[in-house]
């Protein structure tokens, strides 16, 4: 946990960049402010523009200290994005205690296995499944049991090492305690699904603006992950071609004027809107609308249903069902889309609906499916804590980062820093 003003979490979105400062109470997290403002310099889940990016960055960044009534340490970043670049991997880690009796499995050992999983440059977390022992059993806590070696299995979120630098590289200059690198897919899964959907097998689907996710879990872990470049720009893009509109009147069509359940409108319903082109006032069929938005919609989902199932590779694997997550769960009639195209039950899913109560704060957006990942995040936080997670000390005086792997700040370091810093000011003198 943050040692000073607690935790901030910023997603980098193609459209959006949201963040959120919390604090930690004790039982989870409090919101204390939360900000979305136009992501710039930042396309097709890649950063094209670094100045730009990092300028709405810090627009975010200010927005969550004007919310509060006292300026607040932003204590440690967690930072994700909508980018191909991530991945995850299964593996087994094995320790031994001892060679001659069983001993007492203590908590020092199962973080030092979670920690030598995750030492890799691109593992940004580690995630455990289940442990076993050396008579056999497979158990979920070791912790006290006795054994002479026990073996774990984990899942290794990863990152690639390029964009891991690309990513840090934005926020150097501020302040943060540390910065780390979240895996997005898991982050909108925890704040969406409730623990028995987990266990039983689920599919969580992510439709952001450029991208959607979907990730699976089976037995309460991740178990497979995909990123499809395709989002609700295809489908706003494909409204405005079509009736000869405004990107963002598209979006009011899509969001405001449709339903993907098409036979449900009304052949003669209108909705009034502007010309591109002459600026004239016109009217168009909400039937037309939304089935222009259910044919990319349908093509979007099989397309995301027919790679993860080929990346998957898993035909024992049989969800019980699909949870719809991100501005694009509030088109109207998605879950059906959804329902259909993956043939499972399927729902829209948001914080309020997980069935969480380990966050609080930000009421007015708990059940909007754009901010689930932001509280996804406290609840992973809260579920597995920081001490796998590849973080960074930051330095205003440092263009380079120096990796952490634990939470107490080594002494040696902060010496030789201030050893530097003397040195250079005895230069200027």
């Not at 004790?26 to 710039?40: A, E, P, R, W």
């Not at 990863?158 to 150097?172: G, S, W, Y």
Request: hydrophobic share 40%; aromatic share 8%; charged share 25%.
């Amino acid at each position: 946990m943050a040692k000073i003003g607690g935790i901030t979490v910023v997603d980098i979105g193609t459209y959006n960049i949201k963040a959120a400062l919390g604090e930690r109470v004790s039982d989870g997290f409090k919101i204390l402010s939360y900000s979305t403002v136009k992501s710039n310099g930042f396309s097709g889940g890649k950063i094209v523009d670094a100045i730009g990016l990092k300028a709405s960055i810090g627009e975010a960044l200010g927005e969550l200290q004007s919310q509060l009534a006292k300026k607040m340490p932003f204590g440690d970043l967690i930072v994700t994005g909508s980018s191909n670049v991530f991945g995850m991997e299964r593996i087994k880690v094995e320790k031994i205690l001892s060679k001659d009796k069983a001993e007492p499995i203590k908590e020092s050992h199962v973080r030092d296995m979670r920690i030598e999983a995750g030492k890799q440059k691109n593992i940004i977390d580690v995630i455990p499944v289940n442990y076993t022992l050396d008579d056999g059993r497979t158990v979920i806590n070791p912790v006290s049991m006795m054994s002479t070696k026990i073996a774990a299995d984990m899942i290794l979120l990863k990152i690639e090492e390029m964009a891991q630098d690309e990513i840090l590289n934005l926020f150097e200059g501020y302040n943060f305690t540390s910065v780390s690198i979240a895996h997005p897919g898991i982050f909108a899964a925890e704040g969406v699904l409730n623990e028995s959907e987990k266990d039983r097998g689920i599919l969580c689907l992510e439709m952001g603006y450029g991208t959607t996710k979907i990730i699976s879990y089976a037995n309460g872990v991740p178990v497979g992950f995909r990123l499809i470049p395709l989002g609700v720009y295809n489908i706003v893009k494909d409204i405005a071609t079509v009736f000869k509109v405004s990107y963002s009147e598209a979006e009011r069509l899509l969001f405001y004027h449709s339903n993907l359940d098409y036979e449900s409108v009304k052949e003669d319903e209108v909705v009034e809107t502007t010309d591109f082109d002459d600026k004239t006032k016109k009217n168009v069929k909400k039937r037309s609308v939304s089935l222009t938005a259910y044919a990319r919609s349908r093509e979007i989902f099989s397309i995301v249903r027919r790679n993860f199932t080929q990346f998957l590779n898993d035909p024992s694997f049989n969800p019980v069902g699909l949870v719809i997550t991100g501005g694009g769960a509030s088109i109207p009639g998605i879950a059906g889309i959804g329902s259909s195209a993956f043939n499972i039950t399927a729902r829209t899913g948001t914080y309020a609906s997980s069935n969480n109560v380990i966050v609080n704060g930000a009421e007015d957006i708990m059940a909007v499916p754009a901010y689930s990942l932001l509280f996804g995040a406290f609840v992973y936080l809260f579920k597995y804590g920081v001490n796998a997670r590849k973080t960074f000390k930051m330095s205003t005086a440092s263009k380079a980062p120096a990796i952490s792997s634990d939470e107490n700040e080594d002494e040696s370091s902060k010496d030789g820093f201030l050893k530097k810093v003397w040195e250079f000011l005895k230069k200027l003198v």
